[in-house]
């Protein structure tokens, strides 16, 4: 089956307004130079309601086709059943994943994608969103994912504890509020914690430094 035959078993579904990511999660993977998308997984079959440029440039399906359906477009005859498994575990327990997969672009090419699928908590610690993140990786040359998870860790291991904390929570999750309750720090210190990290982990958005942190093996 190709992919395209595959992506008839994926229903688009329209995304009511109020179900769309408020502008704040949007901005998490808007300006990120990675694949991204955000799905939402009180709707049926937690289908994506937000992706980047990079994804509709990885992929080659444009934003009409990706809104309202779920991620499982990408992946066709040859996906590893088991890697589908790891995501879909992840997402059951609400715990961030990174897998390399085959999946499929548009025209059908296969690809290795370093897929991270991270959740996303509200203010209240209730799920809110999944993060995806895409990386195409080269199958035959040095592994890129190792070295983004060399490097990831040799960053990390230089930051101070407090910060590695906060890393921690906003790689499980965790935004901004729920951190400074679970440190017992005020959320503006959680505010400035967040953009020294941005800095020094030269992250240009939160979906980013999600990755990295998951990366590195927090
Ligand atoms: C936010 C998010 C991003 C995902 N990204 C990918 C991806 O890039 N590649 C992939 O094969 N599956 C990805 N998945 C998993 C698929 O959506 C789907 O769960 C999986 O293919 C299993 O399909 P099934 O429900 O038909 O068994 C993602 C899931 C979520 C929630």
């Known amino acids: 089956m190709t992919s395209e035959a595959e992506n008839n078993k994926t229903k688009q579904q329209s995304i009511p307004k109020a179900d769309m990511p408020k502008a704040s999660v949007e901005a998490l993977i808007k300006h990120s130079p990675i ?7 009180r709707l049926t079959d937690n289908p994506i309601v937000a992706s980047n440029d990079a994804f509709c440039e990885l992929t080659g399906y444009d934003r009409d086709f990706i809104i309202g359906r779920n991620c499982r477009f990408l992946s066709g ?20 994943v990174l897998v390399e997969i085959l999946n499929y672009k548009k ?23 999944f993060l995806g993140s895409q ?5 035959d040359g040095p592994s890129l994912a190792k070295a983004r998870r060399m ?3 040799e960053i990390v291991k230089d930051l101070s504890k407090r ?20 440190l017992d720090l005020s959320e503006r210190t959680i505010k400035m914690h967040r953009a020294i990290l ?11 430094m999600v990755r990295l942190a998951v ?4």
């Open 35 to 41: 694949a991204s998308v955000i799905s939402n997984p």
């Open 77 to 96: 005859p040859a996906t590893e059943p088991w890697l589908t498994e790891e995501i879909r575990r992840g997402v059951r327990e609400r715990k961030p």
């Open 163 to 182: 910060q590695r904390e906060v890393l921690k929570y906003i790689a499980k999750g965790l935004l901004n509020k729920q951190i400074a309750h679970e």
């Open 151 to 153: 490097r990831a860790t």
């Open 135 to 139: 990386v195409e990786i080269d199958s």
């Open 107 to 129: 025209d059908g090419t296969p690809f290795q994608n370093a897929v991270l699928v991270a959740p996303l908590f509200d203010d209240d610690g209730e799920l809110e969103f």
């Open 215 to 218: 990366e590195a093996g927090m």
């Open 198 to 208: 941005m800095k020094r982990l030269e992250a240009p958005s939160a979906a980013d």
